[in-house]
């Protein structure tokens, strides 16, 4: 096992035991978590950006197939601007619009508590974000 397959898979290690807290982890082929908080899927991947430089990636997908409104896109440019821990994306596809949030950070040498605290607060807004959007979209969200 080479030194970043190894460091990656520390790191992934220390994240599904700090998620293990709050939800069930699911480790998939690639070795990529996943989990739901609330009605969000949310999936936790570790990579190497650079040497010494090994960073935990989350993805929530906030909605989808939402119906394309430009004032959709235009809620979600504002929310985005609000100092959210993570980077919302709007995907157009032909089911209509995904909504997700992203946040990549170092984690390495980060004890499971203040791990989890960090995941938590990114999926917490993210399960926020959905009711919010949900609500002001009159839909369900699928």
Known sequence: ??????TTARLLTAA???LESYHEVHVDDDGALTF???DVPCAVQAMQLAEGLTVLSLTCVVAWDLPVSD???????E???QGLFGTLGVVRTE???D????YAFPAEGMDPAPLGTLLMLVVATASQLRTELLVDN???GE
Do not use: W
Not at 1 to 6: N, P, Q, R, S
Not at 71 to 77: I, K, Y
Not at 99 to 102: K, Y
């Open 95 to 97: 089911n209509g619009m």
């Open 79 to 81: 929310r985005a601007g």
């Open 36 to 38: 739901r908080h609330s």
């Open 16 to 18: 599904k035991e700090a």
């Open 1 to 6: 096992m080479t030194l970043e397959a190894a």
């Open 99 to 102: 909504i997700t949030l992203r």
């Open 71 to 77: 004032e959709l896109a235009q809620s979600v440019a």
């Open 138 to 140: 009159g839909t369900g």
